[in-house]
């Protein structure tokens, strides 16, 4: 769940958990980020491009909206950026470009690469030499149209805010009807707006599902190879049959290569289940089970316990690098005993804190959703979390910092990339509820017992995940997707799957699963805890991910790599911090 403040690795879940990631982090991204004015460049079904942000390059790919109906008039504009090979596109050490999909869905590849693609560059440098390219997916931030709901951010967190104010979908039946007219009120807006919509009538929303995305993946992979072969005079033969049947030919074998996060790996199973033929290397990270993913999306969070204990067990571990941890403590069990202190304290009144110009509350609903948003990177979160906590523990001020949410403060409010962000969870909706079933038909007594499922299973993290699936049940029939792939999830193609042992939103199971289905897969398992498993890592799990991408090498199935840090130890987080997945918020 993808939120708006940070965004780990992927945006998958953290949207429902924008306030909670310290305001700190999320300013330092925001303003590392430069600007870069894409209306300056003008759509183009050629692959044309421009100079942006310092050694990236940028273009906008024109396509059409409905990939199903030829005679369909309007086109829609894919924001594609690249941080260009460090050889000639002729050198033949060249090893082509590589896609990359942050997650979300809904999460801006433009921005993401801009913080990952050097990272990236670097770590596979070797034999070969790639260039980087992600793209906003169509709806999403730079893409245009956009599919967004609300007029502007203000109105989208004014919105946001009120429901999360009414507590989370564990507090109750009044609080349950609430959200769900909430969700429904923000529905019948994405109904209603001009944003999305054409002027024949037509609607971005009932073209937004992951087949459409995979199938502008594939245009771009197309794009992508068609340029090479520009660039490399193949096109100029004398004989124009000739050049034509090349043409076709090379369209047949253009060949995709991938790394995916969250959400970005249920993009790339999707890619590899409708064009095999297509994929060239596939790393996905961080992995959906992609037939949970099309149906209810049940499950996702069953690593949540396990983590919980890996946060008592670190920080016992830690000692005095925890802020929750005391001389004297016996074992991990002290910690959760002050944490469970903190949290009934505040189950029975909440906290106030005010200063710095705020006046807020927080309720133990809000611990629900920053652990959550903590685990999406322990070697970094985990810290900082425990000192809120003892923050609170301890009844001191201090605490504001890490609860302050970083909107409503000065210029921050008037930051596009923030703006984007905030208004990103509407196209997050419209993305996953193409993906899943049509819930249109189903009312609020099934959406109860859905709820009730996950809650009971997940005692701590199920409301959270209802919370995610809410807007499904309330989404407009009128805008349901013309088009959407929902399986087989398989092909005969070689994947690499890679995973920590414990994931926040993606589960090692999955990856093992869905590995099954696309022969000649592997699992690389990274032995660490988080949402990501290659944000951060070490050596270990990089040279196995170049050697797949160089030479199509797989590391035997299960192999397993150590992490060279862990949560609350000494000396490595701030070494690793720098290649942490950026924290965009999703939205
Ligand atoms: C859209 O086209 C694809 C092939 O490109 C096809 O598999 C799919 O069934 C079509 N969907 C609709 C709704 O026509
Ligand atoms: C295809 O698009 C044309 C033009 O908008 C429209 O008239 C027609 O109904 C569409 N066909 C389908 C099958 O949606
Ligand atoms: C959509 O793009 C196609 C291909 O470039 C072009 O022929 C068509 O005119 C465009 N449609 C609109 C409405 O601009
Ligand atoms: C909700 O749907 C279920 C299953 O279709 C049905 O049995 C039930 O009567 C419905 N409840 C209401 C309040 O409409
Ligand atoms: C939750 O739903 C799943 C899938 O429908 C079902 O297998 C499981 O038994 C349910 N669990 C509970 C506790 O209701
Ligand atoms: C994918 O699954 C379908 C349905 O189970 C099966 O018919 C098909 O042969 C499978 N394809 C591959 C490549 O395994
Ligand atoms: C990989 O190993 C796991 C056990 O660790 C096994 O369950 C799975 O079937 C194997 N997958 C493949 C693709 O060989
Ligand atoms: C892929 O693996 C499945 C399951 O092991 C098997 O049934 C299928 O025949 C394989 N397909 C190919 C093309 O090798």
């Not at 999306?297 to 067990?313: G, L, W």
Request: charged share 20%; hydrophobic share 40%; proline share 6%.
């Amino acid at each position: 769940m993808p939120g708006r403040v940070l965004l780990s690795a992927a945006l998958l879940f953290i949207h429902h958990c924008h306030s909670l990631i310290p305001n700190v982090l999320l300013q330092k991204q925001a303003s590392a980020i430069p600007s870069f004015d894409w209306r300056s460049i003008q759509p183009s079904t050629d692959l044309a491009y421009h100079d942006c942000y310092g050694d990236f390059q940028c273009a906008r790919l024109t396509v059409p909206l409905d990939w199903n109906n030829s005679s369909n008039p309007n086109n829609i504009s894919l924001a594609v950026i690249r941080l260009p090979a460090t050889v000639p596109d002729d050198d033949p050490s060249h090893g082509g470009s590589i896609i990359f999909n942050p997650g979300g869905p809904g999460g801006p590849g433009t921005l993401s690469v801009l913080v990952v693609a050097h990272d990236i560059q670097r770590r596979l440098d070797g034999d070969k030499h790639y260039e980087i390219v992600s793209f906003d997916p169509r709806g999403v931030f730079m893409s245009t149209p956009n599919a967004y709901c609300f007029d502007d951010y203000a109105e989208s967190e004014i919105w946001w805010r009120e429901k999360r104010a009414a507590g989370n979908l564990d507090s109750g039946e009044a609080v349950i009807r609430y959200h769900w007219a909430m969700e429904n009120a923000r529905g019948e807006l994405c109904a209603s707006t001009d944003i999305g919509a054409f002027s024949n009538g037509d609607n971005l929303r009932n073209h937004l599902s992951t087949a459409y995305v995979a199938r502008d993946v594939l245009e771009l992979v197309h794009k992508i190879d068609e340029q090479k072969r520009d660039a490399t005079g193949v096109q100029h033969l004398p004989d124009v049959q000739q050049a034509m049947q090349n043409h076709a030919k090379a369209m047949r074998s253009a060949k995709l290569q991938y790394i995916g996060v969250s959400y970005g790996t249920f993009l790339g199973q999707t890619f590899a289940a409708m064009y095999p033929e297509h994929v060239g290397r596939m790393a996905l990270d961080s992995n959906l089970d992609a037939d949970n993913w099309v149906s209810l999306y049940e499950a996702s969070v069953d690593d949540h316990e396990a983590i919980r204990d890996y946060f008592f067990e670190r920080c016992f571990i830690g000692g005095a690098k925890c802020a929750l941890w005391r001389t004297g403590d016996q074992s991990p069990q002290d910690v959760r005993n002050r944490f469970d202190v903190v949290y009934a304290s505040l189950e029975e009144s909440p906290a106030v804190i005010s200063g710095q110009g705020h006046a807020k509350v927080l309720k133990s609903d809000e611990l629900q959703w920053a652990f959550l948003m903590a685990s999406y990177q322990p070697i970094s979160l985990f810290n900082i979390f425990a000192d809120a906590m003892n923050d609170l523990y301890l009844g001191s001020r201090s605490a504001l910092p890490f609860w302050q949410h970083v909107l409503p403060t000065g210029n921050s409010f008037y930051d596009e990339v923030l703006e984007h962000q905030i208004r990103g969870s509407d196209v997050t909706a419209a993305i996953h509820c193409s993906d899943g079933l049509d819930l249109s038909g189903s009312n609020f007594t099934e959406y109860k017992s859905y709820l009730a499922n996950l809650t009971s299973r997940f005692p701590h993290a199920g409301a959270l995940q209802a919370e995610f699936k809410l807007p499904c049940w309330t989404w407009p029939e009128p805008l349901r997707t013309k088009w959407r792939y929902d399986g087989p999830f398989n092909a005969s193609v070689p994947i690499l799957f890679v995973n920590n042992r414990l994931d926040t939103a993606t589960p090692l199971k999955y990856a093992v699963k869905m590995a099954e289905r696309f022969n000649g897969s592997a699992v690389l398992v990274h032995d660490n805890v988080g949402h990501g498993a290659l944000w951060p890592a070490g050596d270990c799990m990089w040279d196995y991910v170049r050697k797949y991408m160089d030479g199509g090498t797989l590391p035997p199935n299960g192999t397993v790599c150590k992490s060279p840090c862990e949560a609350f130890a000494h000396g490595c987080a701030d070494e690793l911090a720098n290649e942490a997945m950026p924290l965009f918020a999703g939205f």
